[in-house]
């Protein structure tokens, strides 16, 4: 495309409202739930499907967002 990254992100905040980081990590978390709901993933394999370096940074991320680690999450779905 040629632009500059940062032409890139003034962008997409003017147009969406948010940061890209942020709209990215909202998109992610949202995966999350539904992948914890929909899935008999481990959780590993799903912060892996949505590009997490590693588990800890996924799992640190969802507890952030929602309160509750990934496990817990679904394990209360179970109830």
């Known amino acids: 495309m040629n632009f500059h990254h940062f032409y890139l992100s003034r962008v997409f905040k003017k147009e969406m409202g948010v940061p890209f ?3 990215l990590s909202n998109y992610r ?4 739930k539904v992948l914890l709901e929909t899935t008999d993933m481990k959780i590993s394999e799903i912060g892996e ?3 997490y ?3 800890s940074a996924f799992i640190r991320s969802f507890r952030i967002t ?3 680690t990934p496990g817990h999450y679904r394990q209360t779905l179970d109830k």
């Open 49 to 51: 499907k949505l590009q």
């Open 29 to 32: 978390m949202n995966m999350a």
């Open 66 to 68: 929602y309160g509750v």
């Open 53 to 55: 370096k590693n588990i």
């Open 21 to 23: 980081n942020d709209y």
